[in-house]
């Protein structure tokens, strides 16, 4: 097993990441970095950037303009993709890129396949043909779900554990995990599936429950709202930390031979308890807060998700470092001051729009 960023080579790594604006695209990249990558990123063109996450990296000057650069491009066009992978030459890509989110994909489904399924065998057609024309590898990581599990069979969920879906998001994604191994199998690609279960970050999407949780503490404790809307307060799910997961993301791609692995730390608790740890640390009751509204359940729930990990350990020597403890903290502190600038721009009398959100 190569455990190293060049496969022994002394030049650098070039790594294509797809998603590498979202919570998992910017840690990753930051990581890559760090190994002494060269990393390159693909983006949608719209009017506004939407590059937060990354900004950061820019400002760096030891990194700005040589070992991070953007491409752009869309999982919804096949020859974007294919000139992009022509155009950088990667050893390396990380597909993260999806409508990710799990509520929405119900009021959006033809979207959400389109990008997550369909967008996935666009990106593994370019691998493959880059491949042939080029007798070059690329190593491939797939971004699958613990979504995938669904209406669970099993419990704790393993890589053997059947795909029972309950959302168009959750079913793409079992459509793109499946293809993905049969590409594998078909046409001998280096390709591994992450069944990464949920993990959480101060850059997690507001709209997200975590985050939607913790923005809420931080207002409500400096006064800029009165409520938390929330779902299903009842649904259990197992919590980890961004940074920690894409690690393992980087690690099966060091293996010798393409596999799947689950992702998880192994404790679940439920939304009601995230809420009550995010609360407690602003020394609030979160039952004086929270409001359910119906809008907010999905028309199929998932009930309990919780992963083992034991392969990813053996295998890979990946375990999780951060409790789900530490995220809440870090999430609530992060959004604390988020809401302190707030504030503090509303007391000078600006506008701030307010933040409407979807509970995962």
Do not use: H
């Given at each position: 097993m190569d455990r190293g960023g060049c496969y022994g080579r002394k030049q650098r790594t070039r790594a294509l990441i797809t998603g590498i604006t979202g919570q998992d695209g910017s840690y990753l990249a930051e990581l890559l970095l760090e190994k002494g990558y060269e990393v390159h990123g693909i983006i949608r063109r719209s009017a506004s950037f939407n590059t937060d996450r990354i900004d950061h990296i820019y400002r760096d000057p030891h990194v700005r303009g040589t070992s991070l650069l953007l491409h752009y491009g869309d999982l919804s066009d096949a020859s974007s993709l294919a000139a992009t992978l022509r155009k950088v030459r990667p050893r390396e890509v990380y597909h993260l890129g999806a409508q990710s989110h799990v509520r929405v994909s119900f009021d959006q489904p033809i979207y959400t396949v389109d990008i997550d399924a369909m967008g996935t065998i666009r990106l593994l057609e370019a691998v493959r043909e880059y491949q042939q024309h080029t007798g070059e590898q690329i190593r491939y990581y797939q971004a699958s779900s613990s979504e995938m599990f669904g209406k669970v069979q099993q419990m704790p969920q393993t890589e053997l554990t059947p795909f029972y879906p309950r959302s168009p998001y959750a079913c793409a994604k079992v459509f793109a995990h499946y293809a993905t191994i049969n590409y594998r199998e078909a046409y001998d690609l280096h390709a591994s599936c992450g069944i990464l279960f949920n993990h959480e970050s101060p850059r997690r999407g507001e709209t997200f429950v975590t985050c939607k949780i913790t923005r809420a503490v931080g207002r409500i404790k400096l006064g800029l709202q009165e409520k938390l809307y929330l779902g299903n307060l009842e649904a259990k799910r197992d919590w980890g930390y961004a940074p920690d997961y894409v690690e393992a993301m980087w690690m099966m791609l060091r293996q010798d031979e393409p596999d799947d692995y689950v992702i998880a730390s192994g404790r679940m608790i439920s939304v009601g308890e995230f809420c009550e740890m995010a609360f407690s640390h602003?020394?609030?009751?979160?039952?004086?807060?929270?409001?359910?509204?119906?809008?907010?359940?999905?028309?199929?729930?998932?009930?309990?998700?919780?992963?083992?990990?034991?392969?990813?350990?053996?295998?890979?020597?990946w375990k999780p470092k951060t409790t789900v403890q530490e995220i809440a903290r870090m999430m609530v502190e992060h959004d604390l001051e988020l809401a302190s600038r707030e504030k503090t721009l509303r007391d000078a009398g600006h506008e701030i729009p307010a933040i409407v959100g979807h509970d995962q």
């Open positions: 602003m020394d609030l009751d979160s039952k004086d807060f929270i409001e359910i509204d119906p809008r907010y359940y999905r028309p199929t729930e998932v009930d309990q998700l919780v992963g083992d990990a034991s392969k990813a350990k053996r295998k890979l020597g």
